[in-house]
């Protein structure tokens, strides 16, 4: 079968229906179907996982305005040219964008406390009515919609409980180490508030490249080595102002640091090596892991 999954939620971003998502796309294609993703997400942060997988992923990482048009449009246009046996999404929110004449089975996931919303009740009656079939990830899950929403046949509905797959790789205790580990090194790490041109494909959580400009007398260097490098997004808005008859767009971002562009100068320091101490020149920032640098 032609399967697509469309989904704001999927790895590599770590989480319930991030998982489910996923392993739904996994186990499709390794029991023989073809699978495409159409998923929200940073193209630039998910490249090295999505390379690495045996089936298509297709990113989305406008803003959240524009990218629910975008993605939707993106995804009729396909359905088109191609034949889907089956589409899953993740939640009532993803197939609200979809035409409900499309031909294709449509399987739609209801998990969590968004079908508790009653101001949005009317919408998810109206997006989940399209679907063929509606999975729940518990019968407490079923009760509480159908308390809340009438009218849904009951054969539409089933429930499915989340599935565990095992797998050797996944170790959640390095996981976590590593997760807080990483957490430690950004709440130390040097942070800039910047203002650059306007760009909508930014978002938090991308890796940039900044280069800021030597202030200083001291040397001929164009730009200042110890700010240049790659710094994650971890805060960002966008402004639009109006002057002159003119809109002018800015992004205003808040960035941790990375890593730095280039080594910087050397500088003589003392390596311990295997319980002998000898002197050794390498540059700041060069040592490896496991060195005791004083």
Same mark, same amino acid.
């Given at each position: 079968?032609?399967?697509?999954?469309?989904?704001?939620?999927?790895?590599?971003? $770590?989480?319930?229906?991030?998982?489910?998502?996923?392993?739904?796309?996994?186990?499709?294609?390794?029991?023989?179907?073809? @699978?495409? @993703?159409?998923?929200?997400?940073?193209?630039?942060?998910?490249?090295?996982?999505?390379?690495?997988?045996?089936?298509?992923?297709?990113?989305?990482?406008? !803003?959240?305005?524009?990218?629910?048009?975008?993605?939707?449009?993106?995804?009729?246009?396909?359905?088109?040219?191609?034949?889907? #046996?089956?589409?899953?999404?993740?939640?009532?929110?993803?197939?609200?964008?979809? #035409?409900?004449?499309?031909?294709?089975?449509?399987?739609?996931? $209801?998990?969590?406390?968004?079908?508790?919303?009653?101001?949005?009740?009317?919408?998810?009656?109206?997006?989940?009515?399209?679907? *063929?079939?509606?999975?729940?990830?518990?019968?407490?899950?079923?009760?509480?919609? !159908?308390?809340?929403?009438?009218?849904?046949?009951?054969?539409? !509905?089933?429930?499915?409980?989340?599935?565990?797959?095992?797998?050797?790789?996944?170790?959640?205790?390095?996981?976590?180490?590593?997760?807080? %580990?990483?957490?430690?090194?950004?709440?130390? %790490?040097?942070?800039?508030? @910047?203002?650059?041109?306007?760009?909508? %494909?930014?978002?938090?959580?991308? $890796?940039?490249?900044?280069?800021?400009?030597?202030?200083?007398?001291?040397?001929?260097?164009?730009?200042?080595? *110890?700010?240049?490098?790659?710094?994650?997004?971890?805060?960002?808005?966008?402004?639009?102002?109006?002057? =002159?008859?003119?809109?002018?767009?800015?992004?205003? =971002?808040?960035?941790?640091?990375?890593? =730095? %562009?280039?080594?910087?100068?050397?500088?003589?320091?003392?390596? =311990?090596?295997?319980?002998?101490?000898?002197?050794?020149?390498?540059? !700041?920032?060069?040592?490896?892991?496991?060195?005791? @640098?004083?």
């Amino acid at each position: 079968m032609n399967i697509l999954i469309y989904t704001q939620c999927f790895a590599p971003k $770590v989480g319930g229906i991030e998982s489910v998502m996923t392993n739904i796309a996994q186990q499709a294609y390794l029991k023989g179907h073809k @699978v495409e @993703v159409l998923a929200d997400g940073s193209r630039h942060s998910s490249s090295l996982y999505d390379r690495e997988q045996q089936f298509n992923i297709k990113r989305f990482d406008q !803003l959240k305005f524009f990218r629910k048009k975008i993605k939707s449009n993106y995804c009729h246009s396909i359905l088109n040219e191609k034949k889907y #046996d089956l589409i899953y999404f993740d939640s009532w929110k993803s197939l609200e964008h979809i #035409d409900k004449n499309i031909k294709s089975k449509k399987i739609c996931l $209801v998990h969590g406390n968004e079908i508790l919303n009653l101001k949005k009740k009317d919408r998810i009656k109206k997006s989940l009515s399209k679907a *063929n079939k509606i999975i729940f990830n518990s019968a407490f899950t079923q009760t509480l919609f !159908l308390k809340n929403h009438k009218g849904f046949l009951k054969k539409k !509905l089933s429930i499915i409980y989340p599935a565990f797959i095992n797998d050797d790789t996944i170790n959640t205790h390095k996981w976590l180490q590593r997760r807080k %580990s990483r957490f430690a090194q950004l709440a130390s %790490s040097l942070t800039l508030r @910047v203002e650059v041109p306007g760009n909508t %494909s930014l978002q938090a959580g991308d $890796v940039v490249g900044l280069e800021i400009m030597n202030r200083s007398s001291d040397t001929e260097e164009e730009f200042d080595l *110890n700010y240049n490098g790659r710094y994650l997004v971890t805060k960002l808005h966008h402004v639009f102002t109006k002057g =002159m008859g003119q809109y002018k767009h800015t992004v205003h =971002m808040e960035c941790v640091r990375d890593t =730095m %562009s280039e080594a910087l100068p050397s500088a003589g320091v003392t390596l =311990m090596d295997g319980g002998t101490q000898k002197e050794e020149i390498i540059p !700041l920032g060069s040592a490896d892991p496991g060195d005791v @640098v004083f």
